[in-house]
Nanobody, 123 residues
Framework: QVQLVESGGGLVQAGGSLRLSCAASGRTTSSYAMGWFRQAPGEEREFVARISWSGGSTYYANSVKGRFTISRDNAKNTVWLQMNSLKPEDTAVYYC????????????????WGQGTQVTVSS
């Protein structure tokens, strides 16, 4: 089993920055792909970014490309999502996900999930 715990969410003004962290424990995740998704009230869970186990491959949703950066440190079992130039439409609960394969943007294909952290961007 893999346990994922997100942190770093909060309230920020538009144009500001936040860095989310996802700490993994349990089965080693150093060989797992890691991803971030988000879900706003009344909407479906939406893909944000994912990173391969080595960190050599990253993939972003068009809506965040150029503003968000995903990174990882396997020695620390941690993945980060650096979010810059935040917009009110980025407001959502952000979830960390892990999978032994390299799933794409379909949230149903990811095996492990954290509980989420709230990000609120005020205008």
């Amino acid at each position: 089993q893999v346990q994922l715990v997100e942190s770093g969410g909060g309230l920020v003004q538009a144009g500001g920055s936040l860095r989310l962290s996802c700490a993994a424990s349990g089965r080693t995740t150093s060989s797992y792909a890691m991803g971030w998704f988000r879900q706003a009230p009344g909407e479906e869970r939406e893909f944000v970014a994912r990173i391969s186990w080595s960190g050599g491959s990253t993939y972003y949703a068009n809506s965040v490309k150029g503003r968000f950066t995903i990174s990882r440190d396997n020695a620390k079992n941690t993945v980060w999502l650096q979010m810059n130039s935040l917009k009110p439409e980025d407001t959502a609960v952000y979830y960390c996900a892990a999978d032994p394969a390299l799933p794409g943007s379909d949230y149903a294909r990811w095996d492990y999930w954290g509980q989420g952290t709230q990000v609120t961007v005020s205008s």
